[in-house]
């Protein structure tokens, strides 16, 4: 990732979500999204996760674990193997196990909101233990957007 994009490993901000200034970090290079350690900010009310990566930046955007709560995702480069299910499992974690979801054309809602989902990570669909597709996660909707938008129509 360095060679690939020599910026990440640049010390740069660490931000809350209103873009107040908390402390700064050796380079966006290394943490993840949904990360809690090494983040080395305290005396904050309640612990802080990666919510966001701004690699041109150089920051990292913190937050309270309920920030990370993601509803739904689009998904970019999809491989479906199988037939034309709509209700599927899916796993964005390659440990965890699949959760349950709706594929609306390229878009998945998730059935309940989904922690540490993030763009560019793989997005694997399954019917029980059978395969059925994947592609790439190219960008999240977090559950508060996902309200205000329901709020909307």
Same mark, same amino acid.
């Given at each position: ?51 966001? @990566? ?26 479906? @193997? ?72």
């Amino acid at each position: 990732m360095q060679r690939l994009r020599p910026e990440t490993i640049a010390a740069g901000e660490i931000v809350d979500l209103q873009g107040k200034v908390l402390g700064s970090h050796r380079g966006v290079v290394h943490f993840t999204v949904g990360q809690r350690r090494g983040i080395e900010v305290g005396g904050q009310k309640e612990p802080l996760y990666v919510v966001r @990566i701004e690699p041109e930046q150089q920051r990292l955007v913190v937050g309270p674990r309920r920030a990370l709560a993601v509803d739904s995702m689009r998904i970019e480069e999809m491989n479906w @193997i199988a037939e034309d299910q709509t209700d599927v499992g899916v796993k964005v974690r390659s440990l965890a196990p699949p959760v349950p979801a709706t594929i609306l054309g390229d878009r998945v809602q998730f059935a309940g909101a989904e922690y540490g989902v993030a763009p560019g990570q793989a997005a694997v669909f399954y019917d029980g233990t059978r395969l059925l597709g994947g592609g790439w996660i190219a960008e999240t909707t977090s559950v508060a957007e996902g309200a205000l938008d329901a709020a909307a129509a």
